[in-house]
């Protein structure tokens, strides 16, 4: 069945490609960005020549998660040329990598904005539809980092990502009842594949940086070391592909979370325990039914 489907922080990485595969797939996909007539406008054209080539329903979108204004626009935009939205791909973030207390509490403050508020600036800009018509998907890109072993010097990037999951699962039960579904879908580490660390931020506080010195290198090792373990196949296609499966499931049978970790950094171990506590818990409390999106009637 095909579905009309937002992708935020699709310029690049797993946004873009799995932005491409959703439309590939048969999808209407609306992949956001911010700055699209700026920065971002190489970008945008390469979408738009890949959907001309193809045929494919892929339309560049501006969406500046850090906006609410943008993010109302964009979900705006596309109830306007659709009628509906099915389902909402959570994925804008950005990566900062330093020794944590080089990072000022504002530098700490923008790395939540991107990565958890702007989530929730979008979560404002959607679900009003989405509960309106009573149905659809909102599926984030979490990390392993929220449950599995990572390295030092990801301290600000990791509890961004903790916080955004968590807000993810309180989510669901919320929106449950509105006939929402959730999905939370877990990648592990890619060395390569992405521009994720090669674009990651680092703290302006170089002074407190370099007081860390007997940490250089350090961070070289974590990558070599990471790719070591990453088998020659590890490719963040396979996130992309994951979510199209997804996306294509029959509604009720989606899973709840899904981890695609080539490196095995524990976290499928963790997430096993806690998705079991957090049901059993939910049905301890009587609210068992908020485990299953539905809609009351």
Same mark, same amino acid.
């Given at each position: 069945?095909?579905?009309?489907?937002?992708?935020?922080?699709?310029?690049?990485?797993?946004?873009?490609?799995?932005?491409?595969?959703?439309?590939?797939?048969?999808?209407?996909?609306?992949?956001?960005?911010?700055?699209?007539?700026?920065?971002?406008?190489?970008?945008?054209?390469?979408?738009?020549?890949?959907?001309?080539?193809?045929?494919?329903?892929?339309?560049?979108?501006?969406?500046?998660?850090?906006?609410?204004?943008? @993010?109302?626009?964009? %979900?705006?935009? *596309?109830? $306007?040329?659709?009628?509906?939205?099915?389902? =909402? &791909?959570?994925? #804008?973030?950005?990566?900062?990598?330093?020794?944590?207390?080089?990072?000022?509490?504002?530098?700490?403050?923008?790395?939540?904005?991107?990565?958890?508020?702007?989530?929730?600036?979008?979560?404002?800009?959607?679900?009003?539809?989405?509960?309106?018509?009573?149905?659809?998907?909102?599926?984030?890109?979490?990390?392993?980092?929220?449950?599995?072993?990572?390295?030092?010097f990801m301290g600000p990037y990791g509890a961004a990502k903790a916080a955004?999951?968590?807000? @993810?699962?309180?989510? %669901?039960?919320? *929106?449950? $009842?509105?006939?929402?579904?959730?999905?939370? =879908? &877990?990648?592990? #580490?890619?060395?390569?594949?992405?521009?994720?660390?090669?674009?990651?931020?680092?703290?302006?506080?170089?002074?407190?940086?370099?007081?860390?010195?007997?940490?250089?290198?350090?961070?070289?090792?974590?990558?070599?070391?990471?790719?070591?373990?990453?088998?020659?196949?590890?490719?963040?296609?396979?996130?992309?592909?994951?979510?199209?499966?997804?996306?294509?499931?029959?509604?009720?049978?989606?899973?709840?979370?899904?981890?695609?970790?080539?490196?095995?950094?524990?976290?499928?171990?963790?997430?096993?325990?806690?998705?079991?506590?957090?049901?059993?818990?939910a049905k301890r409390i009587g609210m068992g039914d908020l485990l299953e999106?539905?809609?009351?009637?």
């Open positions: 069945m095909q579905s009309v489907i937002l992708v935020t922080g699709a310029g690049t990485g797993i946004g873009k490609l799995s932005a491409q595969s959703l439309a590939e797939a048969g999808h209407i996909v609306y992949a956001s960005m911010r700055d699209i007539a700026g920065r971002n406008n190489g970008r945008a054209a390469e979408l738009r020549s890949l959907a001309a080539a193809k045929g494919l329903q892929l339309h560049p979108l501006e969406l500046d998660v850090l906006s609410q204004a943008s @993010a109302d626009a964009a %979900a705006a935009t *596309i109830i $306007r040329e659709q009628g509906h939205l099915d389902v =909402v &791909v959570q994925n #804008a973030g950005h990566l900062v990598v330093g020794p944590t207390e080089a990072f000022t509490p504002e530098e700490i403050t923008k790395v939540f904005d991107t990565n958890v508020l702007g989530a929730q600036r979008v979560n404002r800009a959607v679900l009003p539809y989405l509960r309106r018509q009573e149905s659809g998907l909102m599926l984030w890109i979490s990390s392993t980092t929220t449950k599995g072993g990572f390295p030092p955004m999951d968590s807000l @993810a699962v309180t989510l %669901a039960y919320e *929106i449950a $009842r509105f006939g929402i579904e959730t999905s939370i =879908v &877990v990648p592990g #580490a890619f060395t390569r594949g992405t521009d994720h660390f090669p674009s990651a931020g680092q703290p302006a506080d170089a002074v407190t940086a370099a007081a860390y010195s007997r940490y250089d290198g350090v961070m070289d090792q974590i990558g070599e070391r990471l790719s070591a373990l990453t088998p020659d196949d590890a490719d963040p296609q396979a996130v992309a592909d994951e979510i199209v499966r997804i996306v294509g499931l029959p509604v009720g049978t989606r899973p709840m979370r899904s981890l695609i970790d080539f490196v095995g950094d524990g976290a499928g171990e963790v997430f096993e325990v806690s998705e079991r506590v957090r049901i059993d818990f999106a539905r809609v009351r009637r």
